[in-house]
């Protein structure tokens, strides 16, 4: 069940939301919502939940043993729960891959077996992760109760897509928060602006995505250049618009139940380097790479070669984490090799270019990064790749380039401002204003949003078929 | 909490409120789609093994989401926000595609170097054919839901451009050559004491579009597709190439503008071509009696509800064959119905009346020409293209057989032999004497030996 679904809004979010602010007390309030995000879990596959409840009691049991014991034994335990999740994780994510490679190298072994991913396994393999290096490094105390700590992994609202909540973030709120009427306000704004990004927008820009990117390498050979680049862009509005939505829903339905997760994009199209890039996008798990791989390894404190080995390691790791497949590592060396040169020229440099190339290169970068992202065939990738540059002897442009940009134009100009903070500026100028007829407009558009978006959502979900999160199975 | 979020959380929870409490009005949601033609997605049987696999929760979802109450409403207000997208007055609706190159036509016929293989996904029927020659007139007339529809097709590409649509061409020379092949192993089959005539019909776009127009769009070129099939088959095979004709006739309604169809004065020309194959004299179209029907919206409109269409729909003609207008079919469960070549739709759904022509998609259907006493026939293999053409036959022939061949499930030689035929027409649209899924049906259709 993905948030913009039907049923999801209509009947699971509707019934929970109910539910949450009817029960009598925080206890009660977690044990509702324990049920219904094992509910949520158990939707997509009930065999899947057994992998989670491994995962989660592993932990727990762990954590409760790390504040027992002193000394080398703790690291040991440490090692030893962390070497499990990664290794579950492993084996339903990576396993087929390593084998399919290792076939391809020794013809052993004859056939890969098929390996149905778990949903969510990655987001909280490492939310648990976190948790227990977070109890070793003693910054937060084991949770005893084995419910509370299922209850944070399993949360539905950020389980199988992110953010990647750490434990510290909301240990106080699983026990003691407040629903308040301008919290459920300012969640209910949230939650509705993530589906309407998602159900409309990033659908729609879907479709424009899909037009030029189809078929196998034989037919993206034959692909007009200026098609790629409409499809190239349409991908990467598409893939933010997808992918932050979630988290809006997610950080939404938080603040309904009293939960404050941390922000997960922050404008990251906006940015002008690459390093500005990446703390902006899936913060929560760009942050969980600098906290828990970059620093323990150094960081940039062991002198510059290390630090790009570190880095090396981190954007390896990234681009893994992403997916099983080359295309997924392809694409974390290549911010590697972007962000290498780019640490290495002094801040002063970088200013000192003007902001509008230092804008259309990342816009170049950002394009190019998705269409990595986006073909997991080496084959197709190298096509289309070497179709934008012109390289496949086929037009610049032709009448279905045309047509497809013509009937999509205001939604890619919409799409494209969605990506930037007007709207919120544009929101912050009206409530402030001194003119009394903004302050009007401000408080109409505060109050109808949430169900003019909510409606207008469900009118295009309706029916739809084509409604998948590209981030559902990471 | 300020005033203004205790407001805006009323009106929001209220409206998801209603929301959710019309999608639990059980007796609300719609079973069918009229505008789509499709059965929506059923309540799923529960099973331990889909719980545990996800597979039951999905089909709920799609459920849910497919049989909403306002489900209707929604569809359009989506579609009138969709238009809002850009200028939509051209769209394509489709992925951009591309055919494959068409050689020149080979002089001698290659074999096929792929295995014939199973079809798949569409539903057959039970072999039939045991229908007595001579039948009754239609007693019976079924509801005003139109006449029972077998199967539905899958809309390729269309270009659509205000109130008309148009069918793209993308050659697929594996599919072609296959069809060929087909063609040329039923003549193989059957010998040369039985005709063989293949009439590949042409999509809308290779007819009615410019030349340049075509270019631009990347559509692979008709007549050469046509061409390049024809110089596949064994020269005794008559392979007719009726782009000419179509094309020289482009400024009448051949096409219609919100169905993928020909009109029966397309069809009407392609018959003309297929008598001066046969060297006989065509009838003219004023020797029949013409029957209108208004108010026709067909799969274009389906597939786009466009505004533009509804205000402009299209008029089916039918020409009623003076011989005789009797025919019966067999469904898939090899029920026959007694029914009427040309028959009356005034009161069907305004998606229905192209379900006029020899009793739609039918598995199997026979019609016989009192008037006619030589015992001469013909069996037609068509798609639903060529249930406007098959009138216009039965004034040539005293028995007149046609099998969709989606849905017949014996073969065709076998039937031949059976009834005695002397002509086999072969009368599908380009996508199916190209496309690789309809080619492997028609490939069953005609088995080694």
Known sequence: MVFSS?????????????????MPSVRAKNIFLLIASLIFYSWASLAFTAILLFDVFVCWFIALLLEVYKGKVR????????ALLLSVLGVFKYLSFLLENLRLLTGIPKVVPDIVLPLGISFYTFQLISYAVDVYRGKVRAQRRFWVLLLYASLFHQCVAGPIVRYGDIARELHDRRVTGSGISRGI???????????????????????????GASALAL??????????????LQIYLDFSAYSDMAIGMGLMCGFHYRENFNYPYVSLSVTEFWRNWHISLSSFFRDYVYIPLGGNRRGKARQILNLFVVWFLTGLWHGASWNYIIWGMFFFLLLVPEKAVPDRVLRAVPGVFRYAAMLLIICLSWVIFRFEDLHS?????AGMLGLNGNALYSAVTGITLKSNWALLLVSAVACTPFWHNLRL?????????????YRAYDVLHPAILLVLSVMVLTGNTYNPFIYWTF | MKKTDRIKNIVFFTVLGALAIIGAIWPLRPHVSEVEKRELTPFPHFTLSGIMDGSFTMELDKWYADTYPLRDIFIRGANRLKSLYGNRSVTIIGNDNHGDDIPDAPSVPPEPSYPATEPSGTSAAEPTGTLPPDTDPPTTVPPDTGVPVTGGEVLGSIYVSGDSAYSLFYFNRSGADRYAAAINRAHKVMGDEVNIYSVAIPLSSGILFDKSLQEDIGLSDERAAIEYINGLMDPAVHALNIYDVLRAHNDEYLY??????????????AYTELCREKGVAPHTLDQFEEKTFTGFLGSYYSKTL???MKENPDTVKAYVPMGTNLMVYADKNCNETKWDIIHNVEGYKTGAKYYCFSGSDQPYSYAHNPQITDGSSCVVIKDSFGNAFIPFLIDHYEHIYWIDFRYYNGTLPALVRDKNINDVIFCLNLDNTTATGAVGLVDRLIPES
């Open chain 1, 6 to 22: 039907m049923s999801f809004v209509l009947v699971f979010f509707a019934v929970t939301i109910l539910g949450h602010s009817l």
């Open chain 1, 75 to 82: 690291r040991r335990l440490l090692t030893v729960c962390v």
């Open chain 2, 256 to 269: 219609f503008r919100t169905d993928h169809h020909w009109t029966a004065l397309g069809a009407y020309y």
């Open chain 1, 223 to 236: 692909k007009p250049v200026a098609g790629l680049w409409l499809s190239a862009f349409a991908y990467a």
């Open chain 2, 306 to 308: 466009s505004e533009d």
């Open chain 1, 189 to 215: 704004s949230r939650f509705t602006v993530g589906l309407a990004k998602k159900s409309i927008l990033a659908n729609s820009c879907a479709v424009v995505a899909d037009a030029f990117f189809t078929g």
């Open chain 1, 429 to 441: 100028w009206l409530r402030d204003s001194r003119n009394s007829a903004a302050r009007v407009i």
């Open chain 1, 381 to 385: 990738l190298l096509t289309v790749l």
